[in-house]
């Protein structure tokens, strides 16, 4: 699919494929397949219509490698994206998220991850964009308090999503995704704020 991508800094061409990496995710947003259980597979050993899932990093492997070739010819001046978007669930969940970051890395020229920010921790998240240097974070919190984005990223950790954020911002260019609802819309101009203050793409 080829992407118009456009933003207050740049306009940039890029070819984007999105990748699910996990169903497992902390977090029971009201809209999420997983929570309206709207989701085609079923797993008869728990009687759920949800069936819990890591992409197997042998499976990843040996579809890039028969795919690459493929890549390299639709090439777009360098901006071949791979996406680990936490539709069904939040990517830093996958116990082996580095080496399908790694995996990643080999073919295209930048890995985003799109996360809730409620996992793991700074010292982490700093050492996971040490060692990947193609990577960026995308963080969707989406309130200026626990109180506000708990109403819709429910059960996550607000505040260590803040911190991890944060922390990703000192090392890499990292975006902030804040979607706007009725309960949150009043906080917009201070995340504006907080977002300029941290130099953070909002």
């Known amino acids: 699919m080829d992407v118009i991508h456009v933003d207050k800094y740049k306009a940039q061409r890029f070819l984007l494929f999105n990748f699910e990496t996990t169903s497992y995710c902390n977090a029971k947003c009201p809209s999420c397949f997983r929570t309206t259980e709207r989701y085609f597979f079923y797993d008869a050993k728990n009687r759920s219509n949800f069936k819990l899932k890591h992409l197997s990093t042998e499976d990843f492997d040996v579809f890039l490698w028969k795919n690459g070739k493929y890549l390299r010819d639709i090439r777009l ?14 990517p830093l969940m996958h116990p082996e998220i580095d080496k399908l970051v790694l995996l990643a890395s080999n073919f295209f020229d930048r890995v985003e991850i799109y996360t809730n920010g409620g996992l793991r921790t ?3 998240i700093k050492s996971f964009l040490q060692k990947n240097k193609k990577l960026f974070l995308i963080f969707s919190i989406d309130g200026l308090t626990h109180k506000t984005n708990s109403l819709y990223r429910i059960d996550v950790n607000t505040n260590l999503a803040f911190n991890n954020m944060f922390e990703s911002a000192k090392h890499r260019v990292t975006k902030w ?3 706007v609802f009725d309960h949150n819309f009043q906080e917009v101009d201070q995340a504006i704020v907080l977002a300029r203050e941290k130099d953070i793409k909002l």
């Open 77 to 90: 001046s360098n901006n071949i994206v791979a996406k680990f978007c936490g539709e069904l669930g939040d």
């Open 122 to 124: 700074p010292k982490w």
């Open 177 to 179: 995704d804040f979607t």
